[in-house]
């Protein structure tokens, strides 16, 4: 298995346009988490799913982000309007059998708003 | 109080010696896990366990639930092993995971 994918794995764009990451979790897995990393607040979870379906978004940081998962095999988190605040890195994580098990990351999305 | 802590924050060993990364925490835990972050920003799992010990390689976890600590040990360290260890750990059945700090680990050779 080629693990989790995300893509771009590097993105710059100006402060108010639309940024959108993409994942494709390890087939099979059931769960599929959104993280962001920043030097000053570490790792944070943003949302995951179960089944394609978000079970929890309470870590989103504002209505300017939103995350979807049309499929078991493709999930994107969007940014719209980009700030400059929201420079971080973004991973996604998928799970085989729950959401406390052993999660497996992507690369991350370098993502710099300028 | 951070509900994980990592110790130390940061580690500069010589090749060849025997690392200890240590991780306490102060909530009930279903699960913790060790991942390794490379300077390029990769995060790897390592190990998930809930008891005992594991082993895989040069790597060995450990666990004392009645303590609530964790040790991650690395024998015959090289320079590759230089990363970020992350500790993090399942509340009880909660899909949420705390994360520690983070040690940063540099081998020189």
């Known amino acids: 298995d080629a693990g989790v994918i995300q893509s771009p794995r590097h993105e710059v764009t100006e402060m108010g346009q639309e940024v959108t990451l993409r994942c494709k979790p390890i087939?099979?897995?059931?769960?599929l988490f959104w993280y962001r990393q920043t030097m000053m607040r570490g790792l944070e979870l943003l949302i995951y799913?179960?089944?394609?379906?978000?079970?929890?978004d309470s870590g989103m940081p504002e209505d300017r982000f939103s995350a979807k998962m049309p499929n078991a095999s493709f999930s994107t988190l969007k940014i719209q309007p980009s700030e400059p605040r929201d420079s971080a890195v973004y991973f996604c994580a998928s799970s085989l059998l729950a959401a406390w098990g052993e999660q497996y990351f992507g690369p991350g999305t370098r993502l710099t708003v300028t | 109080k951070n509900e994980v802590e990592q110790s130390p924050q940061n580690l500069t060993a010589q090749e060849g010696e025997f690392i200890t990364i240590n991780c306490s925490y102060s909530v009930g835990i279903s699960a913790l896990h060790w991942l390794q972050q490379h300077p390029g920003g990769g995060i790897v799992s390592l190990f998930m366990l809930s008891s005992g010990k594991k082993k895989h390689g040069r790597l060995i976890a450990t666990i004392n639930i009645q303590e609530k600590h964790s040790s991650l040990h690395i024998t015959a360290s090289h320079p590759r092993d230089s990363a970020v260890y992350i500790c993090a750990v399942n509340v009880d059945s909660n899909y949420q995971l705390i994360w520690g700090a983070g040690t940063k680990l540099i081998i020189k050779p």
């Open positions: 799913f179960n089944n394609n379906v978000p079970i929890d």
């Open positions: 087939s099979g897995h059931d769960y």
